[in-house]
């Protein structure tokens, strides 16, 4: 009579839910583990395509680790809502009235990935152009709370610090509406607005743009 071999031991590990914006790179960034071995174990076929409430097993995680949100991943993401009424021109206005305190920088000694326009708590902060709500939360570090608006397939917004945000994600804005209010969150020695605009995900000086 055969001997029944004992089952195996269950893998030590933990389930990670995927919430809104994580990526699979950040996910097994945080757990320090393997992308490729991830993939595999859950049968992912595309580590770039996971879904929001998704279960992802990490192998060896003895308990579960918030993942943080970045920016770069969130303009990264796909462009199927709103996509049709994107445009490939780019005619901008200016966010809120104000001269700048802070200007784009980009070298050695400092960078600075916007302008900075300080103004009274509460000031309303208008869309500088057309387009989709990629992002409207606090969970990108720094920011505050802050808003990313799609332009084209080239061009992203970034509206930060607001004291309030008053549009949604997946939601269509036009030229001058009101999508929140400036404030103070995030990094922010003081009430002001810290506006970004983004070619191709790479911050790019946004006063030639404004009229």
Known sequence: MAVEKP????????????????????????????????????GIADPGKIQVGQRIFIPGAKQLLEVGIYLDDVVRES??????????????????????????EENERRKHQGIDIPSQLGTPIKASGPGVVLYSGNGIKGYGNVIILRHSEEFVSIYAHNQVNLVGEGRWVEKGEVIGKVGQTGRASGPHLHFEIRKNNKPIDPLPFLK
């Open 79 to 104: 462009l199927d809502k709103g996509k049709e009424k994107l445009s490939n021109r780019l005619n901008l206005i200016w966010p809120i009235e104000g001269p700048c305190a802070e200007f784009f």
């Open 7 to 42: 089952p195996l031991p269950e893998r030590e590990g933990v389930y990670h839910p995927v919430e809104r914006h994580q990526t699979l790179y950040r996910i097994c960034k945080t757990y320090e583990v393997d992308i490729n071995e991830v993939a595999s174990l859950n």
